[in-house]
């Protein structure tokens, strides 16, 4: 009998999680205004919201807590972070950041100014945050099939070249600071973009004299599509996939609150040096001193301690794995997923879920809030609130997919979590066409709304 599979650790320390009724969730949901960021994790019995910073760390990278060198200048856990950027990905210059979007934030501040355009593969919200507050535009290349969640591709995170050269030939280059591919593309599910589109962005972008940057926060779930799905890595080790995929770009933003499963934590990683001369200033401005930026030595060495595990085969291989299996459950209730699976989430088609409803009441969101109530589950919309107002127009913008995110955090929950999470969406999606009204923005900040927004039910 071939053996079932079986995760390569073991639990050591639990936390206790409480279920709670539906009336008591029924009013704290709408005592939080129905935004489930405004919640009390205490509130939430299975928590999806997001998979950064959540991850469970291992003994070793405790370990590392405890030797974790606090000196303010040269600290010995810098030196050990740099020496596991630097093997890793063979990037020479490296500045600590306390987490992705700050990472962002030191970047862009050298790199972009106002007028700017920045393509890529649907840039993350913060990104597109940092993007738009210099009063530059972030264009998305993706490709179409991305924006079909029931079409099968296996790297539905792929840009299309020929919507970025047609953006190369519209902008003169100056306006054109760096091109971004997000690694594995998280607002479009989670999906992977392969080597051969790397190599071919990277190749646009040297012909038009363009900087590409990654935005790593998930590059070693990258690097497991792409070792599993393109034929020509099936025999190249997780990390000589890194080192190739990380060859063809000039730098990178990473949050190592995702891949590199640690808590908080972020970097930016260079090859130019005259590019690292000039981001230094901002970075001693907004993070702190060069061989920290941001981060306690503690936590520099628990981060490089996790890009060594997370690039672990095996480790991915539990990971995405399980991702995976909830996909799979969902769609045995016939519950429409975007496909396939993405690496850190189930991202479920809520357009598709509650077709009544019009999009004008938020229709991912009102599934989160659904899913809140029935179970205590919390995951996030990834869809209309996120997506926010045209920062010219301020009408509200529709994205072309409306997504209801499952993220699971690394190393946390166990299988039976994600049946308890299916079948909680099993059940709203029996009696899903009782769902007719959603609802309607009573507070909002002007950009980021979805952090703060408030609603009322319509
Ligand atoms: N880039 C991507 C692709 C991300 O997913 C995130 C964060 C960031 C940048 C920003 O990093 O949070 O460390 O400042 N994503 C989280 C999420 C918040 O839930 O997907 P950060």
Redesign the pocket.
């Known amino acids: 009998m071939e053996l079932p599979y079986a995760e390569p650790y073991k639990i050591k320390v639990i936390e206790s999680i409480r279920r709670s009724t539906f009336l008591e969730r029924e009013k704290w949901i709408k005592d939080s205004g129905y935004n489930l960021f405004k919640l009390r994790s205490d509130q939430v019995f299975i928590d999806l919201l ?3 910073g959540t991850g469970a760390m291992s003994d070793e990278q405790w370990s590392e807590i405890m030797k974790g060198d606090e000196s303010y200048a040269g600290s010995e856990s810098y030196f050990k972070l740099f020496d596991a950027v630097n093997g890793l990905l063979g990037m020479p210059c490296f500045l600590p950041a306390h ?4 990472a962002e934030n030191v970047l862009f501040s050298a790199l972009i100014k106002a007028g700017d355009i920045i393509p890529g593969n649907s840039h ?1 919200d ?2 597109k945050g940092h993007i738009e507050f210099r009063k530059a535009t972030a264009i998305d290349c993706t490709i179409d099939e991305a924006f079909d969640t029931s079409s099968f591709h296996p790297f539905k995170g792929n840009v299309d070249l020929q919507k970025l050269e047609d953006i190369f030939k519209k902008y003169p280059k100056e306006r054109i600071p760096l091109c971004i591919i ?1 690694i594995t593309c ?1 607002t479009s599910g989670g999906q992977p973009v392969s080597l051969k589109n790397i190599k071919a962005v990277s190749e646009l972008c040297k012909k038009y004299g363009i900087r590409l940057f990654f ?1 790593a ?2 590059f070693a779930e990258n690097s497991y599509f792409i070792k599993k799905r393109e034929e020509e890595y099936k025999d190249v080790c997780i990390r000589d996939i890194v080192k190739e995929m990380f060859s063809y770009v000039d730098g990178a933003t990473m ?1 190592s ?2 891949d590199a499963i640690v808590n908080i934590g ?1 970097f930016i990683a260079l090859r130019e040096k005259e590019l690292y001369d000039k981001t230094i200033v901002y970075s001693i401005l907004y993070e702190g001193y060069l061989t920290y930026g941001g981060m306690a030595g503690r936590d520099m060495a628990a981060l490089a301690q996790g890009l060594r595990e997370g690039t672990d085969f095996h480790y991915l291989e539990s990971r995405i794995e399980q991702v995976a299996y909830l996909s799979r459950k969902l769609k045995e209730f016939n519950i429409p997923v975007q496909e396939p699976a993405g690496g850190h989430a189930v991202f479920v088609d809520a357009r598709r879920f509650l077709s009544i409803l019009p999009k004008e009441q938020f229709r991912a969101q009102t599934l989160a809030i659904e899913l809140y109530k029935e179970g205590g589950v919390r995951g996030v919309e990834i869809g209309t609130l996120l997506a926010d107002r045209d920062p010219e127009t301020r009408k509200n913008r529709y994205p072309k997919l409306e997504l209801l995110r499952l ?1 699971i955090p690394r190393r946390v929950y166990t299988n039976n979590h994600m049946d308890y999470v299916a079948t909680c969406l099993a059940n709203i999606y029996e009696r899903r066409n009782e769902i007719t009204t959603g609802y309607k923005i009573v507070k909002e900040a002007p950009i980021m709304r979805h952090f703060t927004v408030e609603l009322e039910k319509i």
């Open positions: 997001t998979d950064s987490q992705g979007r700050a993350f913060t990104t997000t998280n935005d926060a998930r949050s609150k995702k972020g993220a």
